[in-house]
């Protein structure tokens, strides 16, 4: 579809209604940062108060008992922030414990840190959220001045900012006037607000500059090593297969085999039921290995896509099953094996545990990652530690350096949703 900018021959380009509406909802989020700001902003008051007692106590010679506690309340009060600020944004990793010793906390410069972010916020961050919380309340009451001036005395019928007393009705609506200029201004410095109090906490309580580095080196040994696992994992289980399924099947061909052999001389009609079951097993043992070559790497991966493996999957599922992929072209096979591991592993869970009569499977490519979502109306509860197989999922999402979330509540519905880089 074309577009066109605008310019002086046509004119600045209409204001969409949802434009506005889409600004309305960020000044909205923006008051709901300011406001949960300020909950953290009184924690971060009280504390900077019991610093500064502490001090006081330590320079008497009786506030050495005091460290301790004052050093961990300083940690817990930034780690509340650090909580909310990744839940509007980026993460914020913590630094870990905190120091249990005075001259610890002096050295260590995230303490330090967390002393700067303590006083900014209690000061900056308290007058901002209370700011956040007045202005819609001004707003709110100039703009519906008209319809409760006269109700009030007199000298009480004033703006907001007391310009003037209102007298009369022009003078009421002109407030009015004023009320939805407040809720332009309103809407247009929330967004500026809600950064202005979370930039300190974003600056200094962020890790240092080195710490990402060291914290995706860490992160990248425990996903080789979960991946090492997975490897093991999987050739174990191929192994146990071929020997308690196929391999058993053979040695019983064999046997069968060597009976009729012996006899066919004797009486033929044995001989030939001997064959009829050497037969049977032979097949039941062809069928067991294309089972464990499909588990490796399903035959429908490499001659169709991935929407007609989980399609087919959904299929075969007990439970009926809504596939809804929309993906864009092929994978790495690495990527799309694993992505039908994950959803194969999440139906037979769904069929076996959850007692559901719907489940869906969302497959969407975005922001460079694949991203599977399998969900089901079931009774819910699931646990990764009470051997579901959700384990299992993680260890193979997780040796693809992929991400792995499970929201299942008891009573349901259970969310999986899987998230696989596959470099574009």
Known sequence: MATHDASPATGPAPVRPWDVFARTRVALDAFEHLVGGIGTAVLALIMLLWLMLTAA??????????VPVTLRGLRAVADRERVRLTRWGPEVIGPGSAPARLRQAFADPATRREVRWVASHATLGTA??????????????????????????????????????VHD?????????????????TLGVAPGMAWLQ????????????????????????????????????????????????????????????????????????????LLEQ?????????????????????????????????????SSCPVPCRVDAGTDGRYAASVEATAYFVVAEALTNIARHSRAEHAA???????????????????????????SGLAGIRKRVEALDGTLTVASPPGGPTTLEAGLPCGW
């Open 57 to 66: 106590a330590c320079l008497l010679g009786i506030g050495l008992l005091l």
């Open 128 to 165: 901002l959220g209370l700011v956040a919380l007045t202005l819609p309340f001004t707003s709110a009451t100039d703009a519906t001045f008209p319809l409760w001036w006269r109700f009030v005395p007199p000298p009480e019928a004033t703006p907001s900012i007391s310009l003037w007393t």
């Open 169 to 185: 009705w022009p003078g009421a609506f002109a407030v009015s006037l004023l009320g939805i200029g407040w809720c332009a201004v």
């Open 198 to 273: 979370a930039w300190p906490g974003r600056r200094l309580l962020a890790p240092p500059p080195g710490t990402d580095l060291v914290t995706r080196v860490a992160q990248l040994t425990a996903t080789r090593a979960a991946a090492l696992d997975a490897h093991a994992t999987e050739l174990r289980r191929i192994e146990r297969a071929l020997h308690d399924g196929t391999q058993n099947r053979l040695v019983a061909v064999t046997v069968l085999l060597g009976a009729s052999r012996r006899a066919v001389s004797r009486d033929a009609d044995a001989a030939d039921a």
């Open 278 to 314: 050497a037969q049977g097993a032979a097949e039941q043992a062809l069928a067991e290995l294309r089972a464990v070559v499909r588990g490796i790497l399903p035959p429908v991966l490499a001659d169709r896509s991935l929407d007609d493996a989980l399609s087919g999957l959904a």
């Open 361 to 387: 499977v969302t497959v969407r490519h975005r922001d460079g990652r694949l991203w599977l979502r399998v969900t089901d109306d079931g009774r819910g509860g699931a646990d990764e530690h009470g051997g």
